[in-house]
């Protein structure tokens, strides 16, 4: 009787029975547990799911669409390049069939392309990489009517348009190849810029003027020389007319002979003066 009102004892029973009602409660705990995963793994054997949580048609379904996507992505890449590569065709063909020079100026000052005619003007095979310096090393600024150069060198007076500030126009350069030809070219620089404003390259427009100016050059000698023969004539028409008065009134027959070999003299000599300047008209006009 005393061991049962042991206190010791007492809580030793009760910590036993505590203990064995817990692991009651939870072996009943384990069991519920695994008959309510049951349910739900044969359902998933049933119903299989994606990684993603997806069912199977339905990530099939996307796959499906994903590739139709990349499948028209891919069609449209295709219709953009051969859209891309007609417009380059396109261009090309009206490059070579201009009469003007045009050169496509990255924004370093490297050629990056040239048409036929530039290529002609400038006496290359292919200018393709050369600097804008190295491209007009042999050119030379051509005066101002009032015989002003503007500026010291070509590539200077490009700058702006390099540059991107400002397009340049009017500007006409004696060029001369390697084959030693000399070409007068009126250059066209216009810098080409994208949506956002910066600098894509700068385009060269080169227009030959060789022709043009040997033209107004012959007429300017032709001037010049229909000047010249004017006062030459005003020359010796007085001369011819002084001989003729004096001839009038003179009754020596020596004297007479004198003023009429004088005549004649300065007839022949305006003559020659006339055919000589004649000739040259011709030969200028044969020439042109």
Known sequence: MKLLMNPMLLRMALLLFISVAAFGLGLFTI????????????????????????????????????????HEL????LSERRKAKA?????????????????????????RQANAT????????????????DLFRTA??????????SEPSVEQ?????????????????????????????????????AEDASLLGTTLVLTDKTDLERIRHDQKTR???SSEL????????????????QLASNRDPETALRLADGITRETAQLDRTIGSFLGGSRAATTVS
């Open 230 to 245: 004017a006062l030459t004539l005003r020359h010796s028409l007085g001369t011819i007319t002084g001989y003729a008065e």
């Open 87 to 111: 417009s380059d065709s396109l261009s090309t063909t009206i490059l070579a069939s201009l009469s003007c020079g045009v050169l496509f100026l990255n924004t370093s000052g490297l050629v």
């Open 31 to 70: 069991r519920r547990l695994r008959q309510n995963l049951v349910p739900g793994a044969e359902s998933l054997q049933h119903s299989p799911l994606a990684a993603e949580g997806l069912p199977v048609h339905a990530y099939h379904a996307v796959i499906q669409q994903l590739k139709q996507q990349k």
């Open 118 to 133: 530039a290529r002609k003007l400038l006496g290359f095979a292919s200018p393709v990489g050369l600097h804008a310096s």
């Open 223 to 225: 001037q010049e020389m």
């Open 140 to 149: 030379t600024l051509r005066p101002d009517q009032d015989g002003a150069v």
């Open 157 to 193: 007076a490009l700058a702006p348009a390099l540059a991107g500030k400002a397009a340049v126009r009017g500007l006409v350069v004696n060029y001369f190849t390697r084959d030693a030809e000399n070409h007068v070219l009126e250059v066209t620089a216009s810098p080409v810029l």
């Open 74 to 77: 891919a069609a449209q890449h």
